[in-house]
């Protein structure tokens, strides 16, 4: 016998996930479409959600996402950060290089974990909570990268690039897939010229295990 759920919840949980999906918003008209569900529902919905800063409505009637759900995404990086800590340092020293987990805070990429390498004498220095425009170093590429394809995993799933150190190092990162809306990326930067072949494969693996733990 299947769980009880509630229905409300369930249909204002599915606007949010309409509308992160859609930044240009929508009127209750298109998301009652959108939901197949009728629109005198969507628009109490709308106006619960809009109470808690979750939906705001601008003056053409679109409703987008709100401030309080930036909010929430706060609160949840620490959950984030404790179950992807253990992956980056694995990642560190199977690679060798030093591993970072990061997430997308409007046009930057957040470090939220970082780990350097056990084992290597020469590496990368690392300080969490640096921000680095998405159009620079592999992990805001992969993110862009991701973003072309609708979801669709990137082939590779990586993406290597120069100069991200501040000396010229390399970077190899791979977006973790499955966390709704957030985008995130983990991967390792690098002074020597890596093995794609094999460092790829490994990146793509710890991005995997993060998805996975948090399922």
């Known amino acids: 016998m299947p769980a009880e759920t509630s229905q409300t919840l369930d249909r204002g949980l599915q606007v949010l996930e309409v509308l992160a999906r859609t930044p240009e918003g929508l009127t209750v008209t298109e998301l009652a479409a959108a939901l197949d569900v009728g629109r005198t529902v969507v628009y109490r919905l709308v106006v619960?959600?809009?109470?808690?800063?979750l939906v705001r409505r601008s003056a053409d009637g679109r409703a987008r996402l709100g401030l309080g759900v930036l909010a929430l995404a706060q609160q949840a990086q620490p959950l984030l950060r404790d179950a992807a800590l253990p992956i980056v340092r694995a990642l560190a020293d199977e690679a060798g290089a030093t591993a970072y987990l990061g997430v997308v805070d409007g046009p930057d990429l957040l470090a939220l974990v970082g780990a350097e390498p056990t084992t290597a004498e020469v590496h990368v220095a690392f300080r969490v909570g640096t921000r680095t425009p998405l159009e620079r170093g592999a992990a805001g590429?992969?993110?862009?990268?991701?973003?072309?394809?609708?979801?669709?995993?990137?082939?590779?799933?990586?993406?290597?690039?120069?100069?991200?150190?501040?000396?010229?190092?390399?970077?190899?990162?791979?977006?973790?897939?499955?966390?709704?809306?957030?985008e995130c990326v983990v991967g390792v930067v690098t002074l020597a010229e890596p093995d794609e072949a094999r460092i790829g494969p490994i990146i793509a693996r710890a991005a995997a295990e993060i998805t996975r733990t948090l399922g």
């Open 48 to 53: 619960t959600l809009e109470a808690h800063s």
């Open 141 to 182: 590429r992969a993110i862009l990268a991701m973003r072309t394809t609708g979801g669709r995993p990137l082939d590779p799933p990586w993406v290597i690039s120069t100069g991200d150190a501040a000396n010229g190092g390399y970077g190899v990162a791979a977006c973790v897939t499955g966390i709704p809306g957030v």
